[in-house]
């Protein structure tokens, strides 16, 4: 299966600092099947980013990623208070789809 | 609105068979790959499987021999059933749609305790 290998393991940031989150794949993904997710407690995962660089449905665009082959980034602009959570990706090119560990964001 | 709503118990014992639901709103449960995904406390996520309107199913390697899913349009739900629980399984059970290979909505989740 894909492993998928997220650093760092948490990030500490303040509100208007910009935040990049790594995601390194063991094989190559196609960029087409590559999702960022965004959960906190008590909520279901909200999906960010699908295809690697496209904003879902209602996501601000301070959001955004990037990447091909086995490296993709997801770029939070400028932080905001609703946005220290823990973020993960994704991949569903080959089964079993896999997701990475997680990072959290945290407020400095 | 799409929406899951999942349903089943929060608490299992050794050995048994746990036995999940959700319940589809707003989208044709006809559509779409629906798909079961687990998180153990302090872990990752962990795509359990998926299965299509036609009986078409997918498992995760790790889980294929314990787990079954189904999916019954009449009542627009589908179901998974895992076997042979052991503490290992105690996790936040979720169920998502699967567009285009992403999950775009999700339930609401349902913490599973392993436990007699």
């Known amino acids: 299966e894909v492993v998928l290998t997220q650093s760092p393991g948490t990030l500490s940031l303040s509100p208007g600092e910009r935040a990049t989150l790594s995601c390194r794949a063991s094989?190559?993904?196609?960029?087409?099947?590559l999702a960022w997710y965004q959960h906190k407690p008590g909520q279901a995962p909200r999906l960010l980013i699908y295809?690697?660089?496209y904003r879902a449905t209602g996501i601000p665009d301070r959001f955004s990623g990037i990447g091909s082959g086995t490296d993709f980034t997801l770029t939070i602009s400028r932080l905001e208070l609703e946005d220290f959570s823990v973020y993960s990706c994704q991949q569903s090119e080959t089964l079993p789809s896999t997701f990475g560990q997680g990072t959290k964001v945290e407020i400095k | 609105q799409v929406q899951l709503q999942q349903s089943g118990p929060g608490l299992v014992k050794p050995s048994e068979t746990l036995s999940l639901t959700c319940t589809v709103s707003?989208?044709?449960?006809?559509?779409?790959?629906w798909t079961w995904i687990r998180q153990p406390a302090g872990r990752g996520l962990e795509w359990i499987g998926q299965?299509?309107?036609?009986?078409?199913?997918n498992y995760n390697p790790s889980l294929e021999s314990r787990v079954t899913m189904s999916l019954d349009t009449s009542k627009s739900q589908f179901s998974l059933k895992l076997t042979s629980m052991t503490a290992a399984d105690t996790a936040l059970y979720y169920c998502?749609?699967?567009?285009?290979?992403?999950?775009?909505?999700w339930g609401q989740g349902i913490l599973v305790t392993v436990s007699s």
């Open positions: 295809g690697a660089s």
């Open positions: 299965v299509f309107s036609t009986g078409t199913t």
């Open positions: 998502a749609r699967a567009y285009n290979r992403y999950f775009d909505f």
């Open positions: 094989q190559r993904v196609s960029s087409s099947y």
């Open positions: 707003g989208a044709s449960i006809r559509s779409f790959y």
